[in-house]
């Protein structure tokens, strides 16, 4: 860890390699949870709940067309003249680079859009398996384009919470279905709850 590093960096640092996130939920608490976009529904809503402004959207999450997953970190990395001479080619190619890396692609991505992404993440897992089904992970949230929308509902005071997976009946655009709570607040005095909802 850097000296100058935030404690935002920090928990991003941690967790996004997971496909994990964190927030502080109404109470102040800090909590973490997984992007699981096939989790089991906690709340089903229907059109008749959201203000008659609609969905708007807010945010369009271009896709990675390159994910990359660095694992089985080499906190200490040696140059060819710091290693023993009976080191074995695999030893010494392990000590030069930091990480070991897994690379998922997709070209179909970069000819579907004009300015499709990367990411790169690091994880301190340590066996291939592991991290092979982490990147599995990290493409299915990053790999596809994700939109998050924000809408006001009623009828929804205070039960429904950040990380609830909520499936919204909204023909709309097609924009129903299920949805992950990313954002959420309360109108007291209109009685409405304001969703921001990543789908």
């Given amino acids: 860890m850097r000296q100058n590093t935030t404690m935002r960096q920090l928990y991003d640092t941690l967790l996004n390699p997971c496909g994990a996130y964190w ?23 229907t059109a008749d709940l959201i203000d008659d402004r609609g969905l ?18 080499v906190f200490t990395v040696q140059n060819e003249s710091e290693l023993a001479g009976g080191a074995t080619a695999a030893q010494r190619q392990f000590v030069g680079n930091q990480y070991r890396l897994l690379v998922s692609e997709d070209r179909g991505v970069r ?5 499709p992404t990367e990411r790169v993440f690091y994880s301190n897992l340590t066996d291939e398996t592991q991290a092979t089904a982490l990147l599995a992970k990290l ?11 924000r809408g006001s509902f ?22 129903g279905g299920n949805m992950l709570v990313v ?17």
């Fill in 23 to 45: 927030f502080f939920d109404r109470v102040g608490m800090l909590s973490a949870n997984l992007v699981n976009l096939d989790a089991a529904v906690n709340k089903s809503i």
């Fill in 56 to 73: 708007e959207l807010i945010q369009r999450i271009v896709p990675a067309w390159r994910v990359t997953l660095g694992y089985a970190p």
């Fill in 111 to 115: 000819s579907r859009y004009a300015n």
């Fill in 139 to 149: 493409v299915s949230i990053y790999g596809t384009e994700r939109k998050i929308y």
């Fill in 154 to 175: 009623y009828e929804l005071a205070f039960s429904v919470k950040l990380g609830d997976m909520i499936n919204l009946t909204y023909d709309r655009y097609g924009i």
């Fill in 183 to 199: 954002g959420i607040g309360e109108d007291a005095r209109t009685g409405q709850t304001i969703l921001e909802l990543f789908k």
